[in-house]
C-alpha cells in the first residue's frame, strides 16, 4: 500500500512562512506530477502548486510568487515553502500524487489526509 503523509501545517501570524511536507511510502516505482491542494472552511477545494518528476512547477495565481515548490524524487518527499503569509491562506492543505508501484502497472492517484494552516493574528 502506499501512503503519503503530510506534515507542517500549524498556527502562523501574517506575513509569516511555513514549509509543507508530503511524504510518500510504501511500494513506490515512480510518482509522476505531485499537486497540493487546499481548502477552507466553506469553499471548494482549489489548486495550489504542482511539480513534475523533471522538478517543473506551475502555481495558481493566488499564490504565485508567495510559494515555492519542490521535490526530492530519491526522499519520495514534495515540500510547500509558503512565505508572505495571508489569512486567505487559511485551509486544510492536501498532497495528491500520481504514482505507480510497479513498472507493469499503471499509475494511480492517491491523496494525503491533509495538514491545517492557520494564518492569524
Known amino acids: 500500500q502506499v501512503q503519503l503523509v503530510e506534515s507542517g501545517g500549524g498556527l502562523v501570524q501574517p506575513g509569516g512562512s511555513l514549509r509543507l511536507s508530503c511524504a510518500a511510502s510504501?511500494?513506490?516505482?515512480?510518482?509522476?506530477?505531485v499537486r497540493w491542494y487546499r481548502q477552507a472552511p466553506g469553499k471548494k477545494r482549489e489548486f495550489v502548486a504542482a511539480?513534475?518528476?523533471?522538478?517543473?512547477?506551475g502555481y495558481a495565481d493566488s499564490i504565485k510568487g508567495r510559494f515555492t515548490i519542490s521535490r526530492d524524487n530519491a526522499k519520495n518527499t514534495v515540500w510547500l515553502q509558503m512565505n508572505s503569509l495571508k489569512p486567505d491562506d487559511t485551509a486544510v492543505y492536501y498532497c495528491?500524487?500520481?504514482?505507480?508501484?510497479?513498472?507493469?502497472?499503471?499509475?494511480?492517484?492517491?491523496w494525503g489526509q491533509g495538514t491545517q494552516v492557520t494564518v492569524s493574528s
Open positions: 495528491h500524487a500520481i504514482l505507480k508501484q510497479h513498472n507493469n502497472r499503471p499509475f494511480t492517484s492517491y
Open positions: 510504501g511500494t513506490i516505482f515512480s510518482i509522476d506530477v
Open positions: 511539480i513534475s518528476n523533471g522538478g517543473s512547477p
